[in-house]
């Protein structure tokens, strides 16, 4: 599903933070995107947008349980899946400070019984995604449902500890849960205590997050939202897994002005030195001097000239998205509570509105230059999966499998985008005159064979 148009219904109060004419041409424009695509019969976002700490627009759409017939609310909280992730490298790099961790340090200090594979495994790979290690969400187990299951850090671990590594540490970035899983494990080993008891006494405290929690099913949450993914057409509750499972690597919930207090505390210089959090924002350096998109906990990125600090998430029943643009001191939060949202592309509208500038250019192509584009093409390396293009009255669109229809952006003849989706660069390939692939850049380099 690429686009979801629906009747229009607008919740949450108007906006009243001392608005310029400017901001409240935004609002507008903010509320006709918005409205245009939750009802209240659906489940819907809670969105936040501040500049210079301010906020200018803060609502919610959809609703928060639909069998109860209940609204979102500004200020209702939402499952923040892997934006728990820049909490965990906060903890850990102010562990570094405290002069108890190195980022050099290798994995086996801490967790001796892991297996290094004669490999040198750093702090510093786990937290920058090159360590090799596999995402434990991606492996096959044999024991169904074990995301049901309540698991301890350390049981949890030994599940996929004997995994080999997909390459060696600080050659490839390759996003991994199993890294931020065992950061979680190691604040654990270091401080002392439970990963929620020094967030709660090192982070959550000190910046006043008060509607930040550590999300369990049993417990008592105010004004937390209900979960959705979709069948068909038919909307169902998220499924259940037990927030052990994410852990360090996506068990927080929050709200989106809480996220915004978090963000201005980073730079209030009050958990984390000005000079250890800059590092968090630098591109990690692979071993061939190549950089990546990921720094210590955050997405850093660098799209059209535009630049963000960022990062997403995803798990059961939520999508969640939060970037901070530091040239324009503009932040943005977006908390969708289904995984059917249109997440990343509302994200690329509302921060086109925002700020007034086009992340992707356009160019025309030859008609008949894209009809040579259509066609299946096949992962090299995973044959079941395929992206189907069609040329629909001159759009060409890509119909992934297992991820929706999405259309193609023309950069040149032959190097395109996926409408709304950043950091993806493509190429279609002709070998003998005739297109034979597709090129895609995107946390790595992948193949796609056409099938002739």
Known sequence: M??????????????????SKQDKQLEKKLDELLSSKFSLSEP????????????IYKKAFGSANLELNIPIKPDMV???????????????????????????????KFIPDYPSYSQNITIENILTHTSGIKDYMQIDYQKPYL?????????????????PLEFEPGTKYKYSNSGYYLLGYIIEKVSGKSYSA????????????????????????????????KDGKVF???????????????????????????????????????????????????????LTEYGYGWILKNVNGIKSIEHGGAITGFLTNEIYYPEEKVFVVALFNCECAPKDELSVDIASLILGKTFQQEIKVDAALLNEYVGVYT?????????????ENGQLWAKISGQGTIPLIFQSDTKFQFKNILGAECEFV???????????????NFEWKKNQ
């Not at 629906?6 to 001392?18: D, T, V, W």
């Not at 509750?237 to 994410?246: H, L, Q």
Request: hydrophobic share 40%; aromatic share 10%.
């Open 236 to 290: 169902k509750n998220a499924d259940y897994w037990s927030m052990t499972i994410a852990y360090a690597a996506g068990e927080l919930i929050s709200n989106a002005e809480d996220l915004l207090k978090w963000n201005e505390g980073l730079y209030s210089y009050k958990i984390l030195k000005k000079e250890t959090l800059e590092k968090a924002f630098v591109p990690f350096k692979l071993k061939d001097g190549s």
């Open 430 to 444: 002709k070998e003998n005159g005739k297109v034979t692939k597709l090129n895609i850049s995107q946390n790595g």
């Open 44 to 55: 819907g976002v809670e969105v936040l947008v501040a500049k210079k700490g301010e906020i």
């Open 2 to 19: 690429y686009k979801l148009f629906f009747f229009i219904c607008i919740l949450g109060s108007a906006c009243n933070y001392g608005q």
């Open 147 to 163: 995301e049901r299951r309540d698991f301890e850090p350390k049981e949890l671990i030994d599940l996929f500890k004997n995994v």
């Open 78 to 108: 939402f499952k923040l899946g892997s934006i728990t992730k820049q909490f965990t490298a906060v903890a850990i790099l102010q562990l570094v400070e405290q002069g108890k961790i190195s980022l050099q340090d290798n994995l086996q």
């Open 379 to 391: 992962l090299s390396i995973d044959t079941k999966r395929t992206i189907t293009i069609t040329n």
């Open 198 to 229: 020094y967030l709660q006494e090192n982070i959550l405290k000190p910046l006043a997050l008060n509607h930040t929690y550590f999300d369990n099913s049993n417990n008592i949450i105010p004004n937390r939202v209900n979960g959705y993914r």
